[in-house]
């Protein structure tokens, strides 16, 4: 069983980080636990992860995202989203998550944080979180900073300068 183990490990291997490896096989310690089987004593398994993070993590095959940009971008104009006055606000809403994620390059978490309090600062819309978010990455040497901005945003939101 450890074998089969250590296998789908390496496999993962190849896909993700180090940590995400980690959490998969506490994952599986835990299921095995029931059967008697601690993952965390196998010498083998201890090896491989400790192997691991020697290395530096180069994942196998293409790196280009599985999805289009423009695509994307031309169905946003379609009918279900244009003209904006007619859009529902649900696929209003759509747009604007997929527009500011697309602006931002912010993580799906850090896009739920984000709070109704902004500000315009010259031509930049200043977005703030909400202040009990903490980001997945956030460690204590180096922590997400609580507003970034969006660059000449402010005239299309109808800000006044």
């Known amino acids: 069983m450890v074998q089969k183990v250590a296998d789908f490990l390496v496999y993962l291997r190849q896909v993700f980080q180090l940590f995400s490896i980690k959490d998969y096989k506490a994952m599986l310690n835990s299921i095995f636990a029931v059967k008697g089987l601690d993952l965390n004593n ?3 398994l201890r090896h491989i992860i400790r192997a691991w993070s020697f290395q530096p993590h180069r994942p196998n095959g293409d790196l280009t995202p599985s999805w289009n940009l423009d695509v994307v971008l031309c169905h946003l104009t379609k009918t279900s989203f244009e003209p904006l006055r007619l859009s529902s606000i649900r696929d209003l809403t759509r747009k604007t998550l997929i527009l500011l994620t697309l602006a931002t390059a912010q993580r799906v978490g850090e896009i739920q944080a984000l709070s109704h309090t902004t500000n315009c600062q010259e031509q930049e819309l200043l977005v703030y979180y909400i202040p009990k978010f903490i980001a997945k990455m956030d460690t ?11 660059k000449e945003s402010c005239i299309l939101c109808g800000f006044k300068r």
């Open 140 to 150: 204590e040497a180096h922590s997400t900073p609580r507003k970034f901005c969006i």
């Open 42 to 44: 196998d010498l083998i």
